[in-house]
């Protein structure tokens, strides 16, 4: 069964703090990608990353930075936290031999709430 | 450019009435188009899928027709099940870009026994 896991389910931070959100998949994909997800807003590209060590912005990158070390593992970091930041985190992967066709894969998402 | 619009909800159904969610698109050429599902707590999953005009995607119980005249690719069920209460939201990719994902904004929909 294939799996897109993510590293906490719900997390509170605090303003100005630093935050990593782990996302991991066993699927062998190429791409991975993260979304914020808000309500009436639908879901938002932040980052993804076609390749290990390879990324591209997204719609809406300003105060995010993203890591890709391994080929499963794709990381989201916010440099310093800030209230508007508090939203849904959603990970994703497809793999590269797309055409199209291919659906993406999900996680379960990390509710993040900074205060 | 590409977008996707989705009709507002949330939209609340007794158990077994039709279901109807309206989805149209603006992309050129011949998108794959997608319905994908969220269930409280949980990522989205795909639901259904057409890759091409007239294909009709299905799956559990859910259909979709993609419709390139009217640029559409409607949601419907027959007759909906307190289970089937979620977020539904609407896609498309393009295959000279398979990385980029428009979505909808979602659609909730509350089913009552």
């Known amino acids: 069964d294939v799996k897109v896991t993510q590293s906490s389910r719900y997390l509170v931070k605090r303003t100005g703090e630093k935050v990593f959100l782990e996302c991991v998949q066993d699927?062998?994909?190429?791409?991975m990608f993260w979304y914020r997800q808000d309500p009436g807003l639908g879901l938002r590209l932040i980052y993804f990353?076609?390749?290990?060590?390879?990324?591209e912005k997204g719609d809406i990158p300003e105060g995010y930075s993203v890591s890709r070390e391994k080929k499963e593992r794709f990381s989201l970091i916010l440099e310093s936290a800030s209230t508007n930041q508090t939203s849904m985190y959603l990970c994703?992967?497809?793999?590269?031999?797309?055409?199209?066709?291919?659906?993406?894969?999900f996680g379960p998402g990390t509710r993040l709430t900074v205060l | 450019g590409n977008s996707v619009t989705q009709m507002e909800g949330p939209v609340t159904l007794s158990e077994e009435a039709f279901l109807t969610i309206n989805c149209t698109y603006t992309?050129?050429?011949?998108?794959?188009l997608f319905w994908y599902v969220q269930y409280p707590g949980e990522g989205l999953q795909l639901l259904l899928k057409?890759?091409?005009?007239?294909d009709k995607g299905s799956n559990k119980g859910f259909e979709a027709t993609y419709r390139k005249e009217t640029t559409s690719f409607h949601l419907e069920k027959g007759s909906v099940q307190v289970s089937d209460s979620a977020v539904y939201f609407c896609?498309?990719?393009?295959?000279?870009?398979?990385?980029?994902?428009?979505f909808g904004s979602g659609t909730k929909l509350n089913v009552k026994p």
């Open positions: 994703a992967s497809i793999p590269s031999s797309g055409s199209g066709m291919n659906e993406q894969f």
């Open positions: 699927m062998d994909h190429e791409n």
């Open positions: 990353s076609y390749d290990v060590k390879m990324k």
């Open positions: 992309a050129t050429g011949y998108p794959s």
């Open positions: 057409a890759t091409k005009a007239d």
């Open positions: 896609a498309l990719t393009q295959s000279y870009n398979f990385n980029k994902f428009y």
